[in-house]
């Protein structure tokens, strides 16, 4: 059972509320959405704090342009969207896009053995992308996760469409990296 079904509202009174400027209905679809929302600013944060503020600002950005919001079923969809490009902004006021000169770089050769993501939980792999430079870490979320083109991805991020097929490659060499080191565990020759 859904939250808005617990509290007998329907979304789309809801959303009627929000529009109306309800604060009780802004809460209640804040409470909806707020821990799968919370998920996506993880992505795109250094750290739960910085996630917790994309959160909050992304979500006043929801209740200023809900009016804009064209069909109840996109609710979700449109969330999302918003949430990211606050992400975005907030990290295009605080670090250019470029191409970082060899930081953490290493090419990744697979060794054999046990695969390391079989060792490794969700949560694990959004911390390791959490380290990522945001230069890689936009990049390989808006790429990765969202699906965008690399056109796409330059366009959002004002960057040529280059650098970020090399951020994209460089931020994974750097995540298999970091996985194996974290996550990695040598065969034991005595496992039978």
């Not at 109306?20 to 821990?35: H, P, S, V, W």
């Not at 907030?90 to 060792?119: A, Q």
């Not at 280059?162 to 995540?175: F, H, M, Q």
Request: proline fraction near 3%.
């Amino acid at each position: 059972m859904s939250l808005n079904q617990l509290l007998g509202l329907e979304l789309t009174q809801i959303i009627e509320g929000c529009r109306k400027g309800n604060n009780r209905a802004q809460e209640y679809l804040f409470n909806l959405y707020a821990d799968e929302m919370f998920a996506v600013c993880l992505y795109y944060s250094p750290n739960r704090t910085e996630a917790e503020d994309t959160l909050h600002e992304g979500f006043l950005k929801v209740f200023q342009n809900i009016e804009k919001l064209k069909s109840e079923g996109a609710l979700k969809g449109w969330i999302r969207r918003i949430l990211i490009n606050t992400a975005l902004e907030k990290y295009r006021k605080k670090s250019p896009m470029y191409i970082l000169d060899n930081e953490d770089y290493t090419d990744v050769k697979d060794s054999g053995g046990d695969d390391p993501i079989s060792n490794i939980s969700a949560d694990d792999l959004i911390e390791l992308i959490q380290k990522l430079s945001p230069q890689y870490r936009m990049v390989f979320n808006l790429y990765a996760l969202e699906g965008f083109s690399h056109k796409e991805i330059a366009a959002k991020l004002n960057i040529s469409e280059g650098t970020s097929k090399s951020n994209l490659a460089r931020g994974r060499s750097i995540l298999q990296k970091k996985v194996k080191d974290h996550f990695y565990v040598a065969p034991s020759k005595y496992n039978v």
